[in-house]
């Protein structure tokens, strides 16, 4: 039996964590905005800022983008622990 991937919303993501997009439950036209601009399933990120309200920056496919807080509580990512080795 496959161990279910716990996934959470971009908004919950504290800066400098990673993560890699799950999935986007937002409208056609906003996930399409969002798909252009590198957020696709499987693509990794890393929050640039985030200070639990208002927007946030993130950082994808090297580059920054700032979102609202409503559009990254629609984005599902799964997070990347950090490596303390590294």
């Known amino acids: 039996m496959p161990i279910p991937l716990k996934t959470m919303p971009l908004s919950e993501l504290p800066a400098g964590e990673h993560a890699c997009v799950m999935a ?14 590198g957020f696709t399933p499987g693509a990794e990120l890393t929050m640039i800022q985030n200070y639990g309200h208002g927007p946030l920056v993130v950082t994808i496919r090297d580059t920054r983008i700032a979102l609202g807080r409503r ?10 622990p950090n490596d303390p080795l590294l």
């Open 24 to 37: 986007l439950g937002l409208g056609r036209g906003i996930s399409a905005r969002l798909t252009t601009l």
């Open 71 to 80: 559009e990254a509580q629609s984005i599902l990512i799964q997070r990347i």
